[in-house]
C-alpha cells in the first residue's frame, strides 16, 4: 500500500483530512506544480463520475485529483509509477475522499449551515501564491494563478466552502470519547510484557554458485523482475533563464519623468518636522483634564498615569500625518502646537481622550529638484525595471498562448536556452549519478512534471519580481527498464543472489521445522552442516517495539517474534534477497501496567483518539447515508483506465 495512504490514518488529524477534501487545488497554488490539464489528461468532457446529494463529482474532477495527489506523493517516491500508486489504492482513496467532502458539504447545507463568503475570503487572501510583495493579498496574482491553473473562481470557492463545512461539522465529532478501565488495562498491560527469544540468520550468499549463469536463465529472471529495474519517468527541459539585470542599462528615466515625478510628490520634498511624543489614553475627558492637571504640578507623565493604573507610551518620532491617522486630526493637530516640554491636551479619537507631551522637534529641510534628483532617478529606475520585467513575461505568457515557441521568444528577447538531460522528478540524472541541477531548477522540476510534452511553454517566477524562467519540456521518457545488456552485470548478481535465496530457504525451513519439533536453536544449525552467523539473542518488551516503530527503525525479526506463539519458530526473509532469518521465541513474560499510571492515562489518550476516529468515520458514514451517494460505475471504470494508459476495453 502507498505510503501516503497508510500513514494518513496515524492521527486524528491525519484521518480527519482522510476523511474530508484536503484542498486539492487550495494545494496545487500553495506549490505551484499542477496544470490546469492535468499530468496523463483529464477525461474527455466533464462526465458524472458520482452523484452525492445534489452535488456531482464530474470525472475531470477526479481524474485531475488523482494525478495531483499521485504528483504529490511522487516527490516523496521517486520510483512511483502511476500503475502502481492507482493498483496500490491511490485512485479509491481520493475517490473516497472527494465523496466524503461532497457528502459533509452537501449534509451541512441541507440542516441550514453555510460557510459565508467572508470566511472563504480569508482562507483564499491566506494563501501565498495569491499575495504580493507586501504580503497582502493581490488581485493580479489571484486572477494569474486561476489562468494558469486553468480553474474557476467558482470551482476555487466552492472547494474551499466544501473545506469550511468540513471542519466546522467534524472538529467536535470526536469530543467525550470514554474508555472503560477495563479496556485500558489490559492494553496498558501489553506493552510491559517482555520476549525472549533468538534469530539465525541463512545467508543467500552461503550457497551462490560461483560459476557463470546461463544467460537463458538470466534473461529469463529479468523478465519476470523487470519491474525492479524499471527507471522512473525521466523529462528532458528546454529553458531559458532572464531576470532583471536585462534592463539595466536599457532603462534610463528622462528628464521629463524625474520632473513629473518631484511635481507628484511635492509634499515628500517640502520641509516637514517629526516630533518625539509621549501620550496617555484615558476614557473621558474630565480624567484627561484631571491628568494633565496633575502633570503641570509637577509630576512625570508615566508616573502620573501609574497613579491612576495606566501607563505612558511613547509614540516615537513621528510626522503629523502619520500621527494623524494612527490617531485622529484632532489629536495630531493638538500634539503639533504644542511646544517642547509641555503636557498639551486633551484631545479626542476613536480610542479615548489623549494627553501629550512633546519631548523633542526634528526640523527635515526640503528638498528641490537638483538636490532630490539622484534619489528620484534610483527609484525611477528601480520601478520602470521592475514594470519592464512585468510587461515582458505578461508579453511571453501572451506569444506562447498565441503559438509562439520557446525558441521564437527566446531569439526575439535574445535569451539562451539551455537543456537537461532526462531527469527523473527529483532532479537526479539515472544515467550520469555525478549530474547536478542547476539550483533553479528545484523550482522548473514540479512545474515541468505537471506539463504534457505537447502543452505550450510556461513562464514561472523564480525570484519573486526578479527572476523568471521561460520552459518547455521537450521530452517524456516513461517508467521503463532498460535494455537488459545495459544493466547486465547488476542482473547477473541479481539472479546468483535469488538462486542462492532459495537454497538458503530450505536450510531455513529445515531449522525452523526442527525448532519447532523441540531441538535447540544452535544444534539445529549444527546438524545442518552449513556455518552460519552467530545467534543473536533478543530480550525486548512491547513498548521497545514501539518505541522503535515511531523512529522507523524495528527489525522485521523483532516485529515476528512479537506475533508468535511461545516456543515456536518461523522463517522470515531478509531485506535485499540478502536471506532467511529463522526465529525462535523462547519464552513470553506478561506485563502488568495496574499500578502504572503514567502508563494508563497514556494508554487512555491513546484509546479516546482511537474512539475519536472512529466516531468522526462513523459520522460521515451517517452523512453520506443522508444524502445519498450513486456512483457511476462505468464512468469511474473510464477514469482509472484512462489513468492507466488502457483503452476502454481494459486492453
Known amino acids: 500500500m502507498i505510503s501516503f495512504f497508510r500513514n494518513i490514518f496515524k492521527s486524528k488529524i491525519g484521518l480527519f ?20 490539464s492535468g499530468t496523463f489528461g483529464g477525461v474527455t468532457g466533464s462526465g458524472t463520475a458520482v452523484e452525492v446529494g445534489d452535488s456531482e463529482l464530474t470525472t475531470s474532477e477526479l481524474s485531475e485529483s488523482v494525478n495531483n495527489a499521485f504528483r504529490t506523493e511522487q516527490r516523496q517516491d521517486t520510483t512511483l509509477d502511476i500503475k502502481t500508486f492507482v493498483d496500490g489504492g491511490g485512485f479509491d ?11 459533509i458539504a452537501d449534509f451541512g447545507k441541507k440542516y441550514g449551515m453555510n460557510a459565508g463568503k467572508r470566511l472563504v475570503d480569508g482562507e483564499i487572501a491566506s494563501i501565498p501564491t495569491f499575495q504580493g510583495a507586501n504580503g497582502q493579498f493581490s488581485e493580479e496574482n489571484f486572477r494569474r494563478a486561476l489562468q494558469q491553473q486553468g480553474i474557476s473562481e467558482k470551482q476555487l470557492r466552492d472547494d474551499f466552502s466544501r473545506n469550511l463545512l468540513a471542519e466546522q461539522l467534524l472538529t467536535v465529532s470526536g469530543f467525550g470519547a470514554f474508555v472503560p478501565q477495563k479496556l485500558v488495562v489490559p492494553y ?41 529495474y524499471t527507471i522512473p519517468e525521466r523529462r528532458t527541459i528546454s529553458y531559458a533563464l532572464f531576470d532583471k539585470s536585462r534592463f539595466n542599462d536599457r532603462i534610463k528615466p528622462t528628464e521629463k519623468d524625474v520632473t513629473g515625478f518631484y511635481n507628484l510628490n511635492t509634499a515628500r520634498f517640502a520641509a516637514s518636522e517629526t516630533r518625539n511624543i509621549d501620550q496617555v489614553i484615558l476614557p473621558t475627558e474630565a ?37 494623524a491617522s494612527a490617531s485622529s ?53 528601480r ?68 506539463m504534457e510534452e505537447e502543452s505550450d511553454p510556461q513562464v514561472i517566477e523564480i525570484i519573486p519580481g526578479q527572476q523568471y524562467a521561460a520552459i518547455k519540456v521537450t521530452q517524456i521518457s516513461e517508467a521503463a527498464p532498460p535494455p537488459l545488456a545495459k544493466i547486465k552485470q547488476l542482473v547477473d548478481r541479481d539472479y546468483m543472489m535469488d538462486e542462492g535465496s532459495k537454497k538458503a530457504k530450505l536450510v531455513a525451513d529445515e531449522i525452523s521445522k526442527a525448532v519447532g519439533e523441540g531441538t535447540a536453536l544452535s544444534k539445529a544449525i549444527a546438524d545442518s552442516g552449513v556455518k552460519l552467523p ?118
Open 17 to 36: 483530512l482522510t476523511f474530508c477534501f484536503i484542498g486539492l487545488i487550495a494545494f496545487a497554488f500553495a506549490t505551484a506544480d499542477v496544470s490546469s
Open 93 to 103: 482513496s481520493v475517490l473516497e475522499r472527494l465523496i466524503n467532502s461532497f457528502a
Open 188 to 228: 496498558a498491560s501489553l506493552l510491559l510484557e517482555a520476549r525472549q527469544g533468538q534469530v539465525a540468520i541463512v545467508p543467500s550468499v552461503a550457497f551462490i554458485d560461483q560459476s557463470p549463469p546461463a544467460p537463458a536463465a538470466v534473461a529469463a529472471f529479468y523478465a519476470a523482475n523487470s519491474s525492479r
Open 287 to 323: 480624567a484627561a483634564n484631571a491628568l494633565k492637571t496633575t502633570i503641570a504640578g509637577g509630576m512625570s507623565m508615566a508616573e502620573a498615569a501609574q497613579s491612576v493604573g495606566l501607563s505612558a507610551a511613547e509614540v516615537g518620532s513621528i510626522t503629523k500625518a502619520d500621527f
Open 329 to 381: 486630526q484632532a489629536v495630531a493637530d493638538m500634539a503639533f502646537a504644542a511646544t517642547t516640554g509641555n503636557v498639551a491636551g486633551p484631545a479626542q479619537s476613536a480610542l479615548g481622550w489623549h494627553i501629550a507631551v512633546v519631548k523633542d522637534i526634528t526640523q527635515i529641510p526640503g528638498q528641490t529638484l537638483a538636490e532630490a534628483r539622484t534619489e528620484i532617478i534610483a527609484e525611477l529606475t
Open 383 to 450: 520601478s520602470q525595471i521592475d514594470e519592464a520585467l512585468a510587461d515582458l513575461t505578461s508579453a511571453m505568457e501572451d506569444e506562447f498562448a498565441s503559438g509562439s515557441t520557446l525558441a521564437d521568444v527566446a531569439q526575439a528577447e535574445e535569451l539562451k536556452i539551455e537543456a537537461t538531460p532526462g531527469l527523473l522528478a527529483n532532479g537526479q540524472n539515472p544515467d550520469d549519478q555525478n549530474y547536478r541541477p542547476i539550483p533553479e531548477m528545484q523550482l522548473i522540476l514540479p512545474v515541468a512534471f505537471s
Open 534 to 651: 552467530n545467534i543473536e539473542r533478543v530480550n525486548s518488551t512491547r513498548a521497545d517495539l514501539a518505541r522503535q516503530s515511531q523512529q522507523g527503525q524495528v527489525p522485521p525479526p523483532l516485529t515476528l517474534m512479537f506475533s508468535m506463539a511461545e516456543g515456536t519458530a518461523k522463517t522470515l526473509r531478509a531485506p535485499q534477497n540478502q536471506g532467511w532469518f529463522v526465529i525462535a521465541l523462547d519464552k513470553i513474560e506478561p506485563g502488568d501496567a495496574a499500578a502504572r499510571d503514567d502508563l494508563l492515562n497514556a494508554t487512555k489518550a491513546q484509546f479516546k483518539q482511537v474512539f475519536g476516529n472512529e466516531y468522526t468515520d462513523q459520522f460521515i458514514r451517517a452523512m453520506r447515508e443522508d444524502v445519498g451517494v450513486d456512483k457511476n460505475d462505468d464512468a469511474l471504470t473510464a477514469v482509472r483506465n484512462q489513468l492507466l494508459g488502457r483503452t476502454s476495453g481494459g486492453n
